[in-house]
């Protein structure tokens, strides 16, 4: 495979959701040189690495082929934009639906309330729309674009988001309950009060979102980068495992038997916290400032 077309086709599939080669080189943990330099064709990733790119920009590795023949990443965001919203069949409470939302177009379209939605959820655009109150539990929600949408008070209990972009949606007061994020980009988003208990963020970009009172229970953190952020309330059993830092504030947490594995914690800060003497411990290991921590008595 020729480095120029490796490298035309990952700068059409990372602009196609609207990334940048910063936000794409964060989430890889390598410089946006790098990013820059394989989409000049003058280097390409190593297999490894590939997989992860496909995986972040939400195309299969077949994509990168010189004689793939499927439509290209610029041509999928077209169809996301252009094609119309497809009308629901009409509602049959207390039954489940067999309802295929996926390659949609959904704007300003509110859907609060709405029950047994079980099936896939992918490849869509969606802005500005209300799902308020809804049973969204064991969805695959993978490729999508959410923008501005409301969450509010909804089950989205072990869901899966994949390759996704999700920016300034609200997710307040939601049941997040064993929900796994992969290889998404999560933006501006408002986590206050959301159930996140089990929860993973596995390879995706976390900034600038609120995570005030957010239940953090066995919720991990795996190669993601978190920017921008303030953690607020309890965390406990939670892990950070290869994670980059920046801006991240704990302010007013209670932080008990969580684990933090990465590069370099001096970008956190902690303003009147409590640990236990493990967590502690381990952020005291990884040269983090803990003189705005008090520790835990037994």
Same mark, same amino acid.
């Given at each position: ?9 990952? /700068? ?9 080669? &910063? ?10 040189? &790098? +990013?820059? $330099?394989?989409?000049?064709? %003058? ?15 939400? +195309? ?5 082929? @010189? ?8 041509? +999928? /965001?077209? %169809? ?6 497809? @009308?629901?069949?009409? /509602? ?22 709405? *029950?047994?939605?079980?099936? *896939? ?8 729309? *209300? ?29 899966? !988001? ?7 949606? =609200? ?7 064993? &929900? %796994? ?17 089990? /929860? ?5 970009? !976390?900034? $600038? ?5 957010? =239940? ?15 953690? @607020?309330? +309890?965390? &406990? ?28 914690? *001096? ?13 502690? %411990? ?17």
């Amino acid at each position: 495979m020729e480095t120029k077309i490796i490298g035309n086709k990952i /700068a059409q599939a990372r602009k196609a959701i609207n990334m940048s080669q &910063a936000q794409l080189a964060q989430q890889l943990f390598i410089s946006p040189q &790098a +990013v820059g $330099k394989w989409e000049r064709g %003058e280097s390409i990733p190593d297999i490894i690495t590939m997989n992860r790119v496909a995986q972040m920009l939400g +195309v299969d590795l077949n994509y990168f082929s @010189e004689h793939f023949q499927s439509a290209t990443a610029d041509a +999928v /965001a077209r %169809e996301f934009l252009e094609e119309p919203a497809a @009308e629901l069949p009409p /509602a049959k409470p207390e039954n489940k639906h067999s309802w295929n939302m996926s390659m949609g177009n959904w704007v300003d379209a509110d859907f609060s309330g709405l *029950k047994h939605l079980h099936e *896939k959820f992918s490849s869509s655009n969606m802005q500005r729309c *209300k799902f308020i109150g809804s049973e969204l539990s064991e969805l695959l929600l993978k490729g999508n674009h959410i923008v501005s949408c409301d969450f509010s008070g909804s089950d989205i209990s072990n869901s899966h !988001f994949q390759s996704s972009h999700l920016d300034t949606n =609200i997710f307040k007061d939601c049941s997040l309950k064993g &929900a %796994e994020f992969s290889g998404s980009h999560i933006k501006s988003c408002n986590f206050s009060g959301t159930d996140l208990t089990g /929860a993973t963020f596995k390879s995706s970009s !976390f900034q $600038k979102s609120t995570m005030v009172n957010a =239940i953090l229970n066995g919720t991990s953190f795996i190669r993601s980068s978190i920017t921008d952020l303030v953690f @607020e309330g +309890v965390l &406990a059993d939670c892990s950070f495992d290869n994670c980059a830092f920046s801006k991240v504030t704990f302010q007013n947490t209670i932080l008990t038997n969580t684990f933090f594995k990465c590069r370099s914690l *001096k970008q956190l800060r902690f303003v009147e916290c409590q640990a236990d003497r493990i967590t502690y %411990e381990f952020l005291k290991n990884g040269k983090a400032d803990v003189s705005g921590i008090t520790l835990l008595t037994a």
